[in-house]
């Protein structure tokens, strides 16, 4: 275990642009811990899904529900769950997009398929679940500038945002801590890490909210 805490898993989870990757990867630096981040930049689907959703949005939901459960399987044969792992994906988020992506006869195939795959996955210890704006959201977006992500609109970020929002207000598998991320830059911040750090230290089995407004 890493800096008094006593998990092996943390899944930090979001929308796009709300800062999964940043978080979970300064967390790992700071705890010592695994990092395990979701492969997108290898879906050959997730541009043209972009450019034309109703076309490939369940090719872009399989590819990604078959490349995170390959991550899995190989932590799993690896045995490293012994130690902690931060992951900047829940692998039930996949299934979050493809309820928003896919039409009623495509998600009834695809969630068909992930029932079988993710019936053996370990659940995590914590979720650490990043609230945005997507006004916010879209801002950052920009910024890091991915060609593929040229096409995304405020609209679906707002599908995305409101989706995630519903699915963590009914979420109970594992304890929660939901984070408002509009003012926070975990990248920049180092003493913001360290206060977040603090609040998972002392979390407890439900779901709990933490937002630091300090400048």
């Known amino acids: 275990m890493s800096a008094g805490i006593n998990l092996t898993h943390i899944a930090i989870e979001g929308g796009i642009g709300v800062g999964k990757t940043t978080l979970a990867t300064r967390l790992a630096e700071k705890l010592g811990a695994n990092l395990l981040l979701e492969d997108i930049d290898d879906n050959p689907f997730l541009e043209l899904f972009y450019q034309d959703p109703e076309r490939h949005g369940l090719s872009v939901q399989l590819s990604f529900l078959f490349s995170r459960l390959k991550q899995w399987q190989s932590m799993i044969q690896q045995d490293l769950f012994h130690s902690l792992i931060i992951s900047d994906y829940l692998f039930a988020k996949d299934r979050l997009f493809a309820m928003t992506n896919l039409s009623d006869e495509e998600f009834a195939l695809y969630n068909q398929v992930a029932q079988v795959v993710a019936a053996e996955l370990p659940k995590p210890d914590l979720v650490v679940y990043l609230q945005s704006s997507p006004e916010v959201a879209i801002k950052r977006v920009h910024q890091?500038?991915?060609?593929?992500?040229?096409?995304?609109?405020?609209?679906?970020?707002?599908?995305?945002?409101?989706?995630?929002?519903?699915?963590?207000?009914?979420?109970?598998?594992?304890?929660?801590?939901?984070?408002?991320?509009?003012?926070?830059?975990?990248?920049?911040?180092?003493?913001?890490?360290?206060?977040?750090?603090?609040?998972?230290?002392?979390?407890?089995?439900?779901?709990?909210f933490w937002a630091d407004y300090t400048d």
């Open 144 to 208: 890091r500038n991915r060609s593929m992500e040229k096409d995304i609109s405020l609209d679906y970020l707002k599908q995305i945002a409101e989706t995630f929002d519903t699915f963590f207000f009914h979420y109970q598998e594992t304890p929660l801590l939901v984070v408002q991320t509009d003012r926070i830059n975990f990248a920049e911040r180092p003493e913001a890490l360290d206060m977040l750090i603090e609040r998972i230290q002392h979390m407890g089995r439900g779901t709990e």
